[in-house]
């Protein structure tokens, strides 16, 4: 099976930028691997973010942008506020039926 | 509103099986799939697999086939989702959660432990 792979934690100042980035073991991540991204605070259900590489829902605040990047699916917050602090998972999809993989997840802190 | 609601809690015994509920109200049932997710206490997300309300179909994780079925019932909008063969690693919350429209709606999670 394929193995998602994202950075453990990643640490970012109030109003600075950060990209989180999701690999897959099997290659390049392309839109073919419909990419999603989940925010996850403590106690509560996953929050869709992004889904199919950068489309936002409605509830999507306008500083999280998804996108490919080297290879890999990013997900990018400019203007971090504390609220993001967070834990942030992606999804891949993969071959032609929707079997899916999450990556280990990412810890960001906002300080 | 479009909400997807599951059962709190399940306490069960190493060996034994589970079957959890999702029961989805404020849209047409059978037009978006139902993907289950688990997350064992202090661990990541877990997909485990997906079911087509409309006709049945399913797609299984690799790690949980032969242990895992899911099933639906249109005539009360719920789909389920029966695990066998429990052991303690299977402690974790289970999620549902509507895909179609960018898992754009989840279950609160139903706690399950695996306690002899």
Known sequence: QAVVTQEPSLTVSPGGTVTLTCGSSTGAVTSGHYPYWFQQKPGQAPTTLIYDTSNKHSWTPARFSGSLLGGKAALTLSGAQPEDEADYYCLLSYSGAWGGVFGGGTKLTVL | ?116
């Open chain 2, 1 to 116: 509103q479009v909400q997807l609601v599951q059962p709190g809690a399940e306490v069960r015994k190493p060996g034994a099986s589970v079957k959890l509920s999702c029961k989805a109200s404020g849209y047409t049932f059978t037009r978006y799939y139902i993907h289950w997710v688990r997350q064992a206490p202090g661990q990541g997300l877990e997909w485990m697999g997906r079911i087509n309300p409309s006709g049945g179909s399913t797609i299984y994780a690799q790690k949980f086939q032969g242990r895992v079925t899911m099933t639906r019932d249109t005539s009360a909008s719920t789909v389920y989702m029966e695990l066998s063969s429990l052991k303690s690693e299977d402690t974790a919350v289970y999620y549902c959660t509507r895909a179609g429209n960018g898992m754009d709606v989840w279950g609160q999670g139903t706690t399950v432990t695996v306690s002899s």
